[in-house]
């Protein structure tokens, strides 16, 4: 934080728009790690505001889901939402398909979290083509995970191994520890909800 705040000043001084984006971008970042919402609003705002003054859309964008985030994590689902569509309208304008999966993986989270998962599951769905696509494949797997959870969400359990099983096998080919923990979570709630609870239980303990 003290790299950011030194940096800050400096930019500041100089009056370099494109560089303060990256700076608040950096600080916004850190608080909301630190759960310090309010300050993180305000850095993310202040990106956003620049962005706009210098009229430069991806950074407009990327301020817009962070701010989403940032909702997110307060619990404000329709300003979240609201956010990321945003968000994801201004990167179809632009053809970013990196930034498009995760505009739509964040608003397929949110509609999860409300229990809308016909919307959830039309998000993490062009999420995970839109990731195919372009062979991002952190986003390919984060997607299929979150589709395989909401199938076992939704009672259909007859889905979810083809997104769990080939998540699980893409995480660990990529030597992703977060995103093979990820697999095995949601794949041991899979066999909990089936009453498989040795599966379940050989999972956890992985």
């Given at each position: 934080?003290?790299?950011?705040?030194?940096?800050?000043?400096l930019?500041?001084?100089?009056?370099?728009?494109?560089?303060?984006?990256?700076?608040?971008s950096?600080?916004?970042?850190?608080?909301?790690?630190?759960?310090?919402?309010?300050?993180?609003?305000?850095?993310?705002n202040?990106?956003?505001?620049?962005?706009?003054?210098?009229?430069?859309?991806?950074?407009?964008?990327?301020?817009?889901?962070?701010?989403?985030?940032?909702h997110?994590?307060?619990?404000?689902?329709?300003?979240?939402?609201?956010?990321?569509?945003?968000?994801?309208?201004?990167?179809?304008?632009?053809?970013?398909?990196n930034?498009?999966?995760?505009?739509e993986?964040?608003?397929?989270?949110?509609?999860?979290?409300?229990g809308?998962?016909?919307?959830?599951?039309?998000?993490?769905?062009?999420?995970?083509?839109?990731?195919?696509?372009?062979?991002?494949?952190?986003?390919?797997?984060?997607?299929?995970?979150?589709?395989?959870?909401?199938?076992?969400?939704?009672g259909?359990?007859?889905?979810?191994?083809?997104?769990?099983?080939?998540?699980?096998?893409?995480?660990m080919?990529?030597?992703?520890?977060?995103?093979?923990?990820?697999?095995?979570?949601?794949?041991?709630?899979?066999?909990?909800?089936?009453?498989?609870y040795?599966?379940?239980?050989?999972?956890?303990?992985i």
């Open positions: 934080m003290e790299y950011y705040l030194k940096a800050l000043e930019r500041e001084e100089s009056e370099d728009g494109r560089a303060l984006i990256y700076i608040y950096g600080i916004g970042s850190i608080y909301r790690y630190q759960n310090n919402y309010e300050l993180a609003l305000e850095s993310f202040n990106c956003l505001s620049i962005s706009e003054e210098l009229d430069l859309k991806n950074e407009i964008a990327y301020s817009k889901y962070n701010i989403g985030l940032v997110d994590d307060l619990q404000d689902y329709e300003k979240a939402l609201s956010y990321f569509q945003e968000s994801l309208e201004i990167r179809r304008a632009i053809n970013e398909k930034g498009m999966a995760s505009s993986e964040a608003l397929g989270e949110t509609y999860s979290t409300l809308d998962y016909e919307k959830a599951l039309h998000h993490h769905l062009e999420a995970l083509a839109i990731a195919t696509e372009i062979d991002n494949k952190w986003s390919v797997i984060s997607a299929l995970i979150s589709i395989g959870n909401i199938y076992t969400k939704t259909q359990y007859g889905k979810v191994l083809q997104y769990l099983d080939r998540a699980m096998e893409m995480a080919e990529i030597n992703s520890r977060t995103l093979t923990k990820r697999s095995y979570i949601n794949l041991s709630v899979y066999y909990e909800a089936i009453d498989a040795e599966s379940a239980l050989d999972l956890s303990l």
